[in-house]
C-alpha cells in the first residue's frame, strides 16, 4: 500500500513498517541533491517531527516523519550518493524505515490520485 503526504513523502508500507522517502514531483523541485543527512536508527519519531534534510545546489529542504514510529533501518546508499534521491526517487532513493506505532494512522494520508490531484 502506498500513500503520500502534503508534504510531499510517500510511503511503501509492509507488515507495520513503512520505507519512506520523497516524491518524484518533490526530488524535481528541489534539482540536482547534493548532501542528505539520515535518522538515527532506533530513533522514536512523531508525525511532523523532522526527520532527514536534503541540500540540493537550489536549496536546503526538510523531510518530516509521515507518522509516529521508530527508525529501524536507514539506506546509506543516498547518503554517500544523493543523486540516487533525484533518480529513483520511489524504489531505490528510499530515505528510512520506519516500525509505524500504529498501522492505522496511515489511512489519513493520501492515495496516489489524491496526491497527484494536490500537486495539480
Known amino acids: 500500500m502506498t500513500k503520500f503526504t502534503e508534504d ?14 520523497i516524491t518524484g514531483h518533490a526530488a524535481e523541485q528541489l534539482g540536482d541533491l547534493v548532501f542528505v543527512e539520515l535518522p538515527g536508527v532506533g530513533k522514536h519519531l ?4 523532522v526527520a532527514a534534510t536534503v541540500e540540493s545546489v537550489k536549496a536546503a529542504s526538510d523531510v518530516y516523519c509521515p507518522l509516529d514510529g521508530e527508525i529501524v533501518e ?35 494520508l493520501m492515495d496516489e490520485a489524491t496526491y497527484k490531484a494536490h500537486i495539480g
Open 46 to 49: 512523531s508525525k511532523g517531527d
Open 74 to 108: 536507514v539506506n546509506e546508499a543516498i547518503v554517500n550518493d544523493p543523486s540516487l534521491v533525484n533518480s529513483d526517487p520511489q524504489a531505490g532513493g528510499w530515505f528510512f524505515r520506519l516500525k509505524l506505532a500504529n498501522a492505522d494512522d496511515a489511512t489519513g
Open 8 to 21: 510531499h513523502e510517500w510511503l511503501e508500507i509492509a507488515d507495520g513498517v513503512a520505507t519512506v522517502g
